[in-house]
């Protein structure tokens, strides 16, 4: 069964560090490109950030740019989400997302075929 679980949310002080995990089961990260999303209540999901399946391509939001960064461990069979300098306006429960036909490329639409079920970010002092 394909599975994808995002961890490390929490609540966090303005300017402020979290990585956020997602690793995978039943199928290998390796050959998916991976998108992190969000959503904040009353907002529609929102692609954040996203790399390609063999990693030589990144796309980023222009609200995070220079902020977040993403990362693929393959040995662990999981993608991180590092965020620093969060603002509140980051605030949102965060979704990692993989698709298996994305080839040399990735999205931030939402159109993936595996997601997981999120991971709550509140930014606030």
């Known amino acids: 069964q394909l599975q994808l679980v995002e961890s490390g949310g929490g609540l966090v002080q303005p300017g402020g560090s979290l990585r956020l995990s997602c690793a995978a089961s039943?199928?290998?990260?390796?050959?998916?490109?991976i998108g992190w999303f969000r959503q904040a209540p009353g907002k529609e999901r929102e692609g954040v950030i996203c790399?390609?399946?063999?990693?030589?391509?990144?796309n980023y939001a222009d609200a995070v740019k220079g902020r977040f960064t993403i990362s693929r461990d393959s040995a662990k069979n999981t993608v991180y989400l590092q965020m620093n300098s969060l603002k509140p306006e980051d605030t949102a429960v965060y979704y990692c997302?993989?698709?298996?036909?994305?080839?040399?490329?990735?999205?931030?639409?939402?159109?993936?075929?595996?997601w997981g079920q999120g991971t709550q970010v509140t930014v606030s002092s």
């Open positions: 997302a993989a698709d298996p036909l994305m080839f040399g490329r990735c999205d931030l639409s939402p159109g993936y075929v595996y």
């Open positions: 039943g199928f290998t990260f390796d050959y998916y490109a």
């Open positions: 790399i390609s399946r063999w990693g030589d391509v990144s």
